[in-house]
């Protein structure tokens, strides 16, 4: 009685997995056909439907990937056969359809050619440039981006960082009108403009891990599958650009980063800071993966960008089996040469729990305390709870306690709050 419900269900599973993995290929490909990101992704919705129709009597194609491509290009091919007729020039276009159309099928019956698959490669690689284009903001470009190339759905954006369906929706439907509006091109920018324009890819992608890594507000320590999705998008840049360090940096500092998820919460999913963490639940596949990415970007040749440094920072931490086997030393170096090249008062102040942890709380703290009166810090609460760490450290026990509240009425993050919370209740 259950059978047909159960082989829908997981035919609709299937496709859902496929197009997680399949639909920023497809929406690229499309978006070289028609110039157009927005008309693109609805040319692939459309292709989506066609599949939810289909599959669950026909069954899953043997390359559903390909399924999917064909179906959008040809709907695609449609679109510009009606714009032609609307804008009355088919001569101009008719040449191009033809070519076009004549790939539409033999292309993918059989799966993608070495020649098809370098091209599919290089339309991803212009829509992570358009999704990440800066004439978006910042939280556009995140929702486009895990929309266009992260396969997410609305809901899945909007939940993933604390917000209405409908204000994700907007963001999105803004974001594409506003590059339809500025006429950028569905291109790679050319080679002096490339370096600005990675430098937003590369923001982007980091953006999103890290808020799957430490969520900034809500109920979750953390929501691993924006990790993940960062870590996917990741890793299809470093193929798509292997040339490129900072690419290979990134991506290593986020595969190090991500070996500690699974330690950094208990079995109640309460957090786990650094120092106190099982570091036998380290994965150390992805440990492996990041140091093998960290030596590709050094390998890159030139100076070691910010990312890089951050990775190599990482590293540290990950070779070392406990916590004072740790090159603080290094990580002091390390944090030095990064406030060379990006300065922040956040780089500022982890280098100062690193200078507490190689020289000494009291070190630490005078670095703390000159940080004390930047506004750029002034709600973070990362600030006191350092602070209140060493001063426990240095014996001072009331200033740290009040320091670690403060902190916890800083954070927008419930589980962190507690975290803090308890700390400043176990010091006597």
């Given at each position: 009685?259950?059978?047909?419900?159960?082989?829908?269900?997981?035919?609709?599973?299937?496709?859902?997995?496929?197009?997680?993995?399949?639909?920023?290929?497809?929406?690229?490909?499309?978006?070289?056909?028609?110039?157009?990101v927005g008309s693109?992704?609805?040319i692939a919705q459309d292709a989506l439907v066609a599949a939810l129709e289909h599959w669950?009597?026909?069954?899953?194609?043997?390359?559903?990937?390909?399924?999917?491509?064909?179906?959008?290009?040809?709907r695609a091919l449609d679109k510009l056969k009606l714009d032609a007729l609307h804008h009355r020039k088919h001569d101009e276009l008719g040449a191009d359809l033809d070519a076009l159309e004549a790939h539409v099928v033999p292309d993918f019956v059989d799966g993608l050619d070495a020649?098809?698959?370098?091209?599919?490669?290089?339309?991803?690689?212009?829509?992570?440039?358009?999704?990440?284009?800066?004439?978006?903001?910042?939280d556009a470009r995140v929702a486009l981006t895990l929309r266009l190339l992260g396969g997410l759905t609305t809901d899945e954006i909007a939940r993933a960082y604390l917000s209405s369906e409908a204000t994700i929706a907007q963001r999105i439907v803004r974001a594409k009108r506003t590059l339809t509006a500025a006429k950028v091109p569905f291109e790679l920018?050319?080679?002096?403009?490339?370096?600005?324009?990675?430098?937003?890819?590369?923001e982007v992608i980091y953006l999103i891990f890290n808020e799957g890594y430490s969520a900034t507000a809500g109920d979750d320590w953390m929501r691993p599958a924006l990790c993940e999705e960062a870590l996917r998008l990741g890793r299809i840049l470093a193929g798509l650009a292997p040339k490129e360090g900072e690419v290979h940096g990134l991506v290593a500092l986020m595969e190090i980063q991500a070996s500690r998820l699974h330690a950094r919460t208990d079995t109640e999913g309460r957090p786990v800071l650094l120092f106190d963490q099982d570091r036998s639940r380290w994965d150390r596949l992805l440990i492996r993966r990041g140091l093998e990415a960290l030596d590709r970007a050094i390998a890159s040749g030139g100076d070691a960008g910010p990312y890089t440094l951050q990775a190599a920072l990482a590293a540290c931490h990950a070779r070392a089996n406990t916590p004072e086997e740790t090159d603080w030393n290094q990580i002091v170096a390390l944090y030095d040469a990064l406030a060379q090249i990006a300065p922040s008062p956040v780089v500022a102040l982890n280098r100062a729990?690193?200078?507490?942890?190689?020289?000494?709380?009291?070190?630490?703290?005078?670095?703390?305390?000159?940080?004390v009166d930047d506004p750029a810090l002034s709600r973070y609460h990362w600030l006191p709870s350092v602070r209140g760490d060493l001063l426990a450290k240095?014996?001072?026990?009331?200033?740290?306690?009040?320091?670690?509240?403060?902190?916890?009425?800083?954070?927008?993050?419930?589980?962190?709050?507690?975290?803090?919370?308890?700390r400043a209740s176990r010091l006597h």
């Open positions: 009685m259950n059978g047909p419900a159960q082989r829908d269900a997981a035919t609709h599973r299937a496709i859902e997995a496929v197009w997680r993995i399949e639909s920023a290929k497809v929406i690229a490909h499309v978006a070289r056909i028609v110039r157009d693109a992704e609805e669950p009597t026909e069954g899953v194609p043997d390359n559903p990937g390909a399924w999917l491509m064909t179906t959008a290009k040809r020649a098809r698959a370098d091209d599919i490669g290089d339309d991803l690689l212009r829509l992570i440039f358009t999704a990440c284009h800066p004439v978006l903001s910042t920018p050319r080679a002096d403009a490339r370096g600005a324009r990675l430098a937003s890819v590369l729990v690193a200078v507490g942890m190689a020289f000494g709380p009291q070190a630490g703290l005078d670095c703390v305390d000159a940080l240095l014996g001072r026990i009331d200033e740290a306690r009040a320091e670690l509240a403060r902190a916890a009425s800083m954070t927008r993050n419930a589980r962190e709050r507690e975290l803090l919370l308890e």
